[in-house]
């Protein structure tokens, strides 16, 4: 009887009440995803065979779940102009779009941009988006996935592939102005033809982007990923073999670009096979990121068509200040610079990282580290087995300051100073080991006794002389690159590792 009340009070005031959710099957019960997205209601589940669906959508704002039967086997392929699927109406994270292909959208133009040629969302819209794949789309800006300012998604297991910017493009893969969670999608084979982000660009804003995969994208600047500013979380990524363009020669951050002030957090990623002019692993300008326990190796930094450039195959640092701690930069290659290159008022820490087994190319110069009119602080660094023309182990020019502090430099090979290179005369050393140079003071010119450095192992035999030997006031972190405690016995080791 209650029941029964309930219902015709609703009836009398005119609320119906709400219909018990569904399935919807495409094609059985409708011909098209987008009828039946009009005709479904909050919590229904939209199922959709395998087949080609030339259609677009809009999820028109209803917290529904669209499925397809799998990336190979349903498609939803863009039917002329616009954005293949549409987010536009504030949809939360239960409006879900899952087990589809999206392909051949043109994108929605807005302030003369056409945006989102795969997916376009916009309105402060928070779906989700789980095992999609988005490919063969083009657009100015996010040419497989544009997200406005205030659009907070979760993108989950998706691959996005093969998309194409027009020229001076932003965001091959994806532009995202908003606060996305990026979780272990792959970015691969997308251009931001002469422009900016191959894989994504993120503008002002601080997505956290993990577990993911970036590899073969191109653009001018980051291949990978370039960040405009924002405060983006960069964790657990593999970035390999993505490229910036020969022309216009000065292409830069074939993996990673942070510029604009970016305080990105970059930690436990893997930078390999990257190929720039300038940063072929990781480029930066006037940021001040923190960049920690990452691997970056077997970068370039090539000489551009006109024969300039060439600076930080791991790694180039200009007008940047932040921490780069506890990375291991090793088997890069650049003319100027092949592990490090800082540049340009830098005066970054490099605290804790082993930079070791790079070789400059051409007639290049500083095989570990090449500072220019900057002034980093190296702090409890190993920089080892690195090969230049001139200055194997570190190099400076300009108006360069570098600070050395319970840091070695050992095992370098040069023409000529096969340790470092000052043409400055400001470069300091304290408590430091640095292979046939007579500095006095704090510091020695003794063979460290590494454990095994034939084979990049930096640990310190026991009769290492020097243990123990560090700055007395060593500001840096509790562990080593290798995990171990930091400091162990009172007072801290030279170099990169704790004995």
């Known amino acids: ?38 005709a479904a209601v909050d919590g229904d589940l939209i ?14 704002g209803k917290a529904i779940t669209i499925e397809g039967a799998g990336t190979k086997k349903t498609e939803i392929v863009g039917a002329g102009s616009g954005s293949v699927v549409t987010i536009k109406s504030g949809e939360g994270a239960g409006t879900v779009l899952t087990k589809f292909a999206i392909k051949n959208g043109k994108g ?46 979760l993108i989950q ?28 999608n792959r970015f691969a084979e997308n251009t931001a ?14 997505p956290q982007v993990i577990n993911g995969q970036f590899d073969k994208n191109l653009a001018w600047y980051g ?12 964790t657990n990524n593999l970035f390999e073999e993505n490229y910036v363009t020969v022309n216009p020669t000065n292409g830069e951050g074939a993996g990673l670009s942070l510029v604009a002030g970016s305080t990105a957090w970059v930690a436990d990623n893997e930078f390999r096979l990257n190929d720039a002019h300038s940063g ?57 610079g092949a592990g490090v290159a800082t540049r340009s008022s830098t005066t970054t820490l490099l605290s804790g990282n082993i930079i070791d087994l790079n070789s400059t190319i051409g007639s290049g110069f500083g095989g570990g580290l090449y500072s220019k009119d900057s002034s ?52 300091t050393f304290g408590f430091s080991d640095v292979e046939a140079v007579a500095l006095g003071g704090s510091s020695l010119s003794i063979d460290p006794h590494f454990a095994d450095a034939a084979n990049r192992n930096y640990s310190l035999l026991s009769t290492s002389p020097v243990i123990d030997a560090g700055n007395f006031g060593y500001s840096g972190g509790p562990t080593d690159v290798y995990g171990n405690t930091r400091v162990n016995g009172g007072r801290v080791d030279m170099g990169a590792v704790e004995f």
């Open 108 to 153: 929605t133009l807005v302030s003369g941009k056409l945006r989102g040629g795969g997916v376009y969302m916009t309105g402060g819209s928070d779906p989700t988006l789980i095992d999609c794949a988005i490919g063969f789309n083009t657009a100015d800006w996010g040419a497989g996935l544009f997200i406005d300012v205030g659009s907070d998604p």
């Open 280 to 336: 072929g692993g990781i480029y930066t300008y006037d940021a001040s990121p923190t960049i920690v326990n990452n691997l970056i190796h077997s970068n370039k930094a090539a000489l551009g068509a006109k024969g300039g450039f060439g600076y930080g195959g791991g790694m180039s640092l200009g007008k940047t200040t932040g921490v780069v701690e506890l990375n291991e930069i090793y088997l890069n290659t650049g003319a100027l």
């Open 193 to 206: 033809t002469t422009g900016f982000g191959g894989g994504l660009y993120t503008f002002g804003t601080s």
């Open 157 to 184: 297991d998706c691959l996005i592939s093969n998309n194409v910017t027009s020229a001076t493009g932003l965001g091959g893969g994806m532009y995202a102005a908003g606060l996305p969670i990026l979780d272990a």
């Open 376 to 427: 980093p602080t190296i702090l409890g660094a190993t920089i080892a087995a690195n090969n230049a023309i001139k200055g194997g182990g570190v190099y400076a020019i300009g108006k360069s300051a570098p600070a050395f502090d319970t840091s070695i430099i050992f095992f370098n090979t040069a023409g000529t100073n096969k340790s470092f290179f000052d043409g400055t005369g400001l470069m």
């Open 223 to 234: 291949g990978g990923m370039h960040a405009q500013g924002g405060a983006p979380v960069i």
């Open 1 to 38: 009887m209650l029941k029964n009340s309930t219902l015709a009070l609703l009836a009398v005031f005119g609320v119906a009440p709400l219909a018990a959710a569904g399935t919807i099957n495409v094609p059985a019960d409708h011909a098209t995803i987008q009828a039946a997205i009009n």
């Open 47 to 60: 199922k959709v065979a395998a087949g080609i669906y030339p259609e677009n959508i809009d999820t028109l």
